[in-house]
């Protein structure tokens, strides 16, 4: 590779980001002041430091860790409090916890806001067996008779404002989004961020727009909408029209590193991030890793993930795929990833709207 460690992006690319930054028009969801109306979702394992720092840099307005355990967090686990760290590059991060007991939750949050986040998020949507068998993620939508106490007690314990983030129900026979967010807003919930499926839905069928677009017109808190903002033109229509006051992206930007800032794209406007912008992003994300990573092997782990997610959509990705999976070294995948990224004949990306893609998560 040709660029330094912790160098800087390149002049070229680093002035099409600033070009596409300048565009964004700021939001304000409660009393949390955004730059953007894009944010980066939650996303367990993939929303660490390292990510989150990179996704501000390339515009995401805001962003929320990955799903954090409030019993790790009281026992002191050290996996755990490793989780909980905040890069001090990171402006505009919420930490976001999970559990089901208001007095172990408050305990945590307290905990989890010295390390110095904008907000506290609730994961109530997590619809994976081990988190719902112990009453927490989704599983909190199931009761409502005792969300206003599990609210009241966590946001009494710290400072910064609180936020949650739901399934619109636990199945399409009990879709209770409304009930849940009037609730919220009775105990000073700051926003609420909604995945548009069922907790019983896991990810398949397609996120309830609809009911999304109706929750954004007649809830009465700030609403975030989020599910299957995967491509450019789909986040620019919804940018455009949407009722939500904010938008949250998950899976997208992980096979787009620009799609928080390209629905900023004028009409007919030929700026568009090339394959050798994709290669920087990598290094950059593989420099900020390098504080965090515990071995060469976790690191190397770790960023093979997102080389192949960044490579989806151009020319002769399952190729490029087999031979990064067969090199156990990181010097040599960045070797191979340079040598992908720079002879693409074909430099535009083309990613398909509503495609599957990675069909399980924590919320
Ligand atoms: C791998 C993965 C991990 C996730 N982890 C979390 C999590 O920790 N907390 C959370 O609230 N949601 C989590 N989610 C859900 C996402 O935040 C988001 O709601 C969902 O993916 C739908 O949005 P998308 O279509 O933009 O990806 C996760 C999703 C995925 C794919």
């Known amino acids: ?55 501000e840099d390339l515009g995401a307005g805001g962003t929320v860790s ?10 002191k686990n050290i996996r755990t409090t490793d989780m909980l760290k905040v890069d001090p590059r990171e402006k505009n991060i919420g930490l976001q916890l999970f559990g089901e007991n208001p007095e172990a939750m408050a305990m945590a949050a307290k905990v989890a806001e010295e390390f110095g986040p904008k907000f506290i998020d609730i994961n109530m949507g997590c619809p994976v067996k081990k988190v719902v068998g112990t009453g927490a993620g989704s599983s909190l939508l199931k009761d409502t008779s005792t969300l206003g106490h599990f ?44 995945h548009g499926r069922t907790r019983s839905q896991q990810y398949t069928g397609l996120a309830n727009w609809e009911l999304l677009e109706h929750l954004g017109e007649k809830a009465p808190l700030d609403i975030i909408g989020n599910g299957d903002l995967h491509t450019v033109n789909f986040v620019r229509e919804k940018m455009n029209t949407t009722k939500c006051s904010a938008l949250m992206l998950g899976r997208g930007p992980l096979r787009n590193p620009f799609i928080f800032l390209e629905p900023f794209l004028k009409e007919g406007e030929e700026l ?45 990705v399952s190729y490029f795929r087999d031979l990064i999976f067969k090199t156990p070294d990181l010097s040599e995948t960045m070797k191979i990833s340079e040598e992908f990224f720079t002879t693409l004949k074909d430099k535009r990306k083309r990613l398909q709207d509503h495609e599957s893609f990675m069909t399980s998560g924590h919320g």
């Open 1 to 55: 590779m040709t660029t330094k460690h912790n160098a800087p992006f390149s002049v070229e690319l680093q002035s099409k980001i600033d070009t596409l930054k300048a565009r964004r028009k700021p939001v304000q969801l409660g009393s949390i002041h955004f730059e953007s109306p894009l944010l980066l979702a939650p996303m367990s394992s993939i929303g660490t430091a390292p990510f989150r720092l990179l996704m």
């Open 151 to 194: 609210f009241e007690t966590i946001k009494k314990s710290i400072q910064v404002p609180l936020t949650i983030k739901i399934r619109i129900g636990w199945d399409q026979d009990s879709i209770n989004a409304m009930e849940v967010i009037h609730i919220a807003r009775e105990e000073g919930v700051e926003f609420v961020a909604i």
């Open 272 to 316: 568009f991030f090339t394959p050798e912008d994709h290669l920087e992003v990598i290094q950059k994300l593989l420099d900020y890793s390098r504080n965090y990573a515990h071995s060469d092997h976790t690191l190397l782990i770790s960023i093979r993930k997102h080389i192949i997610w960044m490579a989806a959509g151009y020319n002769n």
């Open 66 to 75: 990955e799903l954090i355990s409030c019993h790790g967090i009281n026992y």
